[in-house]
C-alpha cells in the first residue's frame, strides 16, 4: 500500500487563496478547514492529506520529510533558508514585500541604526550587503511600534498596501525583496515518490497557466 502524499499548508491568509488552487488541481479537503480544529486533514485526491500549520514550521516539516511537499512564503523561505528543499512553482500567490520603512521624514542619522524585525538574518544581510552598520532588534509581532516607543530607528517587514506603516505615521523605504507563495518538496521524496508528486507539481502548473490566460 503507497503511504498518502502529505502537503504542508501554511494557515492564515496564505490558505485561503492556496486552497482556490489546489480545489481546480483536484485536492480539496472533505471538511471546512476553518470550522475545524483538527490538524489532518484527507482530501477529494485519495493519495493526498493535507496538514495546516504555521508558516515557519512548513519548511521543517518538508525538510525532514514528516510532509512531502508544502505551500510558504518567500519571506520564510529567505529568512529560514531553503535547505533540502526544491522549490518548483511560484504560485503567485499572497504577494507583497519585504521593505524596511521609518516614521515619515525620516533622515539617517549617519551613525549606527537600530532595526526592529522578525526577519533577522534577511535585515542583517540587506544592511551588511550596504554597508550600513545595524543592530538588529529581535521582534515577534507589530514591529511599526517599535519606532514609536524609540526601541529603534527603522523596521523591516512586510508590506502589503501601505495601510498599517500609513496608520502609524511611517513610511515605506526600500524594498528588499517581493514575496509570493512558493511550492516546496522535499528532495529525498522527489526521487522517491517521483510520479505523484510530479503529478501534483504539473497539475498546479496547469492551473496557474489556465488562471494567467484567463487573467
Ligand atoms: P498592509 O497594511 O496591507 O501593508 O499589510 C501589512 C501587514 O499585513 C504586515 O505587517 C503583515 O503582517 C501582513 N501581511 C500582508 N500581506 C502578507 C502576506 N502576503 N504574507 C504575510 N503577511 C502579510
Known sequence: MNEKLTIALTKGRILKETLPLLARAGIAPLEDVSSSRKLVFATTHDDVQLVIIRGTDVPTYVRHGAADMGVVGKDILLEHGAQGLYEPLDLGIARCRLMTAGPVGWQGSGARIRVATKFVNIARSHFARQ??????????????????????????????????????????????????????????????????????VDDLAAVLEAGDAAA
Do not use: C, W
Open 131 to 200: 554597508g550600513v552598520h545595524a543592530e538588529i532588534i529581535k521582534l515577534y509581532g507589530a514591529m511599526e511600534l517599535a519606532p514609536m516607543m524609540d526601541l529603534a530607528d527603522l523596521i523591516v517587514d512586510i508590506v502589503d498596501t501601505g495601510n498599517t506603516l500609513r496608520a502609524n505615521g511611517m513610511e515605506p523605504l526600500e524594498e528588499i525583496a517581493a514575496v509570493s507563495s512558493r511550492l516546496v518538496v522535499n528532495k529525498a521524496a522527489m526521487r522517491s515518490r517521483y510520479r505523484s508528486i510530479q503529478r501534483v
